[in-house]
């Protein structure tokens, strides 16, 4: 069975917490020169200690070798109380989860048994953790102890969310705010677990984990848990990216540097290479605006080499910083607000990698004129074909006038005898229709995903959209012209007439109103 990183390497003194090396010096102070307080408010993001130096602060206060004899008023962890406390096997050390601890009862129960002395160490200690969880008539009740708490007893609030936390509760504690941790911190920790586990594992692997840690000790120890369990103790970058569900980095760097120098078809075609690799989208949207804020980081001022090295290495530092100087601060601005909008749509939409292709297609149409200019590439079918309207045919399939009117305007144009090509054979080749499209024109095929044939009409293909954004977009000329070209290729149809069916908009309103928002932004 593997080891839980987190619990068997979990500090059991003051020098073996990594970072927060200011509240550790003050804490020891205290406890040397015997001014401890009755209550403390550990503040900070989770996963950075603060429960692990309650614990430890618990053992140094009711620690029974004289403090002379231990360093830096550290606990020696010999002693029977220190033992108590690491074992969890003392009645006066009360450690209380408030999320589900919240009601003022609760409280009341606590604080009825609280004049009574400690059973067996010097002090009781209760931590509470997240306790901004506690209800508004249990804050009531513990305020009242915290205002006249017996001498023998000391409170360890622990929270991640501390503007929920009453200001008459914060006032009566002494606050300290626990850090993210740097990377740095981070991989030297993990890499001694790996030595001491004899774990091979390469660099990139280890700052991966440090990264998607985001600062947190217990989760990147929890991770690498994870990875262990289950690539054994060779672990190698491709199996570390995997188990991660992240792309590796040169990959990711690619697609930034298509993004910011708006090469839509190379951005899209790695972001479908991305999906192949089955991805979470919504992480890589996470991970794609983490690097645009180290870069607008290395734009703002000298000083952001210096804070990123706190989150990655000096050779991506390098990397970022040379794709920041091809884009402008306002367009950086402006691509970062694009992902962030894309985000939310991710989570709820029926097509999950389609808010974040949209907001590729948009900040590459941005100020330019792509469209045409990469379907300019190839040839018009015909003259007559590329003066044939396609009119705006209403949603509902059933209105025929609509349909006829778009045929008769096309025959007009260009009489065509009647083919003998079905819907059948149209479906049987739609797949490798929109393969084609893909290798040509990534943001064309982006389009077409969401499409469907659903007629044939006097040699014209009918195609069906729940967005009013793909119509506008394929029934423009150059797109349609393109397309017409590879269906004409594959199953011999020339011509096609592109219509909104609201019935399917019904079922995907977050999708069309994001879309609309997104065309609103074009225009």
Known sequence: MTKTFYRTYRP????ELVGQKLIRLTLEQSIKEKRVSHAYLFTGPRGTGKTTTARIFAKAVNCLTPLGERPQAEPCNKCASCIAVSLNKTLDLIEIDAASFTGVENI????????LAPAELRYRIFIIDEVHMLSKGAFNALLKTLEEPPEHTIFILATTEIHKVPLTIASRCQRFSFQLLSLVEILKKLSRIAKKEEIKIDKESLEMIGEAAHGGMRDAESLFTQIVSLAGKNIKSEET????????????????????NKDINKALANFENFLKEGIDIFLFSHRLLDYLRKILFLKINSYGAKIMKNEISESQIASLD????????????????????????????????????????EWGLKDSNQWPAISGQHKDISESEKDVPIPSVGS????????????????????????FVDLK?????WTKVLQNVRELQPALFSLLKVCSPVKIEDDTLIISTPFKFHKDK??????????????????????????????????????????????????
């Open 12 to 15: 059991k003194k003051f020098g």
């Open 108 to 115: 009341r129960q606590l604080t009825e048994n609280i004049n």
């Open 241 to 260: 990216k995997g188990i991660l569900g992240i792309t590796g980095r040169d990959q990711e760097m690619k697609l930034l540097a298509a993004l910011l």
């Open 322 to 361: 040379n794709l920041a100087k091809s884009i402008s601060m306002p367009e950086l601005i402006d691509l970062m607000a694009k992902i962030v909008h894309s985000q939310p749509a991710i989570k709820i939409s029926s097509f999950p990698s389609l808010p974040l292709e949209l907001a590729i297609v």
């Open 396 to 419: 509902d399939l059933s209105k025929v006038e609509s349909v006829e009117k778009a045929k008769k305007e096309i025959k007009s144009k260009e009489p065509t005898k009647s083919s």
């Open 425 to 429: 054979a149209v479906l049987a080749k």
């Open 474 to 523: 394929l029934t423009d000329g150059k797109n349609r012209t393109m397309f017409c070209q590879e269906l004409n290729k594959e199953v011999g149809i020339k011509r096609i007439c592109v219509i909104q069916d609201t019935a399917l908009t019904k079922t995907k309103v977050n999708d069309d109103e994001m879309l609309d928002q997104v065309k609103n932004l074009l225009q």
